[in-house]
């Protein structure tokens, strides 16, 4: 709100007294109190300005303290495409765990697995303590003399396939770059990611990432809730 204030008003209320006023001082007028403190500066026009500090125009911060819209998709290229390479790894060699068989002698552990109701067949390992298989699999009881090995499990995070973990990383990433996120907080959530390892989905990821992911979320409005 603008105050209009006469000038002459607006004048006295700037003066520092250097000394009290007594009462009844001849020719002052004065009731005996003295202003001790500089109130608001006033205009050339006698209206008060308000003395608050404010914020550079131009500035575009977060939350987070760090600049945004300074970053693109492009600039994650390396680590995104390393990132999409670790979620779908090669396949494995000939008698190696996952590997295709039709029967054991293919396979390094003399298993070759062939799971109720799936079309296919693949090398396995025994894992009679539990926590022998990596991740992607799953330790199960055959229920047969074989005890428990490594059953294969769906591990698909980021996309289909590394080209198109890539582009969905990406299109992520531009999103995030187009937001009010800082520069810091994307690349939290992307280095973050990049450290996990391998992740079986967006269960594997919220336990490895949620805090990051939940950070970039709040303040990039554009990003995909439900598939990172």
Not at 176 to 190: H, K, M, N, T, Y
């Amino acid at each position: 709100m603008r105050i209009s204030t006469p000038k002459v008003l607006a004048l006295a209320l700037t003066t520092t007294a250097v000394s009290p006023i007594g009462c009844g001082d001849a020719g002052t007028g004065s009731s005996g109190l003295s202003v001790t403190e500089t109130g608001p500066a006033s205009g050339p026009d006698g209206h008060v300005t308000d003395n608050q500090p404010t914020a550079a125009s131009g500035a575009n911060t977060d939350d987070s303290g760090g600049d945004t819209g300074a970053c693109a998709s492009s600039d994650f290229d390396a680590q995104v495409i390393a990132f999409c390479k670790a979620q779908n790894p090669a396949t494995p060699e000939p008698g190696e765990l996952g590997a295709s068989c039709t029967d054991d002698t293919q396979c390094a552990s003399q298993i070759c697995l062939e799971p109720f109701g799936s079309p296919r067949t693949y090398c396995s390992t025994p894992c009679p303590a539990g926590d022998e298989c990596p991740l992607g699999f799953n330790c199960q009881d055959t229920g047969t003399n074989l005890g428990s090995v490594c059953y294969q499990g769906v591990c698909i995070y980021g996309g289909s396939d590394a080209a198109d973990c890539t582009t969905n990383l990406l299109a992520e990433l531009d999103a995030a770059c187009l937001s009010e996120c800082s520069v810091e907080r994307i690349e939290g959530w992307l280095n973050c990611l990049a450290g996990a390892g391998r992740l079986c989905g967006t269960d594997s990821a919220d336990e490895q990432c949620g805090v990051e992911r939940g950070l970039l979320e709040s303040c990039c409005g554009g990003c995909d809730p439900s598939n990172w």
